[in-house]
C-alpha cells in the first residue's frame, strides 16, 4: 500500500539514482516547453485576467477592482472605460518536482513505469528547501496538490489562486494525473533557471521502489 506519493520515471537508472538519495529537479520553463502537453504547457505558472466591459468614476469600487486588476492608475474623480482589456501574472520561473498521489497506467507512456514513492513530505519538503539554499537564495517554495480549474478569471471573479500558488495552477484536462508539486523560487527570479539534481545521502530514507 503506498502511503506517500509517487514519482514516475522513464528508466530503471534514474529509479535507482533516487533511491540513492539524487532528485532530479526540472523547471517551469521546462515544461513551457514540452510538445507533449501530457507533461506540461506553455502557460504553466500563469493566471489570466479580462476585464469585461465596465465604465464609470475612479472611485465607484468596481473600476477600483479591474483597474488594480490591470495596473492602471485612476485618480477617484476620474472617468474611464475598459472594454476587454486582459493582463496576466506569470511567474518568471521556478524548480519543480511533479509527483503524482496515485500512478496510473495509462500514465506509462508519458512519464515512464519505474515508481519511486516519496515518504515523510513535510520533512522531505523541509530537507529539500535546506539542501537548495547552499546553492540558490530561495525566497519562497511550496508543495500541494495541483489547483485543477481556468486559468481565465474575469471582471469581478476571485481569482483562481492566491499570488503565491499560480505555480499549482492546472487546466481540468489534467485533472486524471492528480499531481502533488513541489516549488521553490529562487530570488532574484530572474529565469532561465537550469534543471540540475540534488544529491544527499540524507534523502535516501525517504525514497523506496514500488510497482
Request: aromatic share 12%.
Amino acid at each position: 500500500m503506498v502511503s506517500g506519493i509517487i514519482k514516475p520515471l522513464h528508466e530503471e537508472s534514474h529509479a535507482e539514482s533516487m533511491l540513492q538519495g539524487n532528485v532530479y529537479l526540472s523547471t517551469l520553463e521546462t515544461c513551457r516547453r514540452y510538445e507533449n502537453e501530457e507533461r506540461g504547457d506553455r502557460y504553466e505558472g500563469y493566471s489570466l485576467y479580462s476585464s469585461g466591459t465596465v465604465s464609470g468614476l475612479g472611485s465607484d469600487p468596481h473600476m477600483k477592482t479591474v483597474a488594480s486588476r490591470l495596473g492602471v492608475e485612476m485618480s477617484p474623480d476620474s472617468m474611464g472605460s475598459f472594454m476587454w482589456c486582459k493582463s496576466e501574472s506569470r511567474l518568471t520561473d521556478s524548480f519543480i518536482l511533479c509527483t503524482t498521489d496515485k500512478f496510473n497506467r495509462s500514465m506509462c507512456k508519458d512519464f515512464g513505469d519505474y515508481c519511486v514513492e516519496i515518504r515523510h513530505l513535510p520533512h522531505f519538503y523541509m530537507l529539500m528547501s535546506r539542501l537548495l539554499k547552499e546553492k540558490y537564495n530561495i525566497g519562497h517554495g511550496l508543495a500541494g496538490y495541483a489547483l485543477y480549474k481556468d486559468r481565465w478569471y474575469e471582471g469581478l471573479e476571485s481569482p483562481p489562486e492566491p499570488p503565491t500558488s499560480v505555480v499549482l495552477l492546472k487546466p481540468e484536462r489534467y485533472k486524471h494525473q492528480r499531481e502533488y508539486r513541489f516549488s521553490w523560487n529562487p530570488v532574484p527570479n530572474k529565469g532561465n533557471l537550469k534543471p540540475f539534481t540534488v544529491s544527499s545521502e540524507q534523502l535516501k530514507p525517504f525514497f523506496r521502489r514500488v510497482s
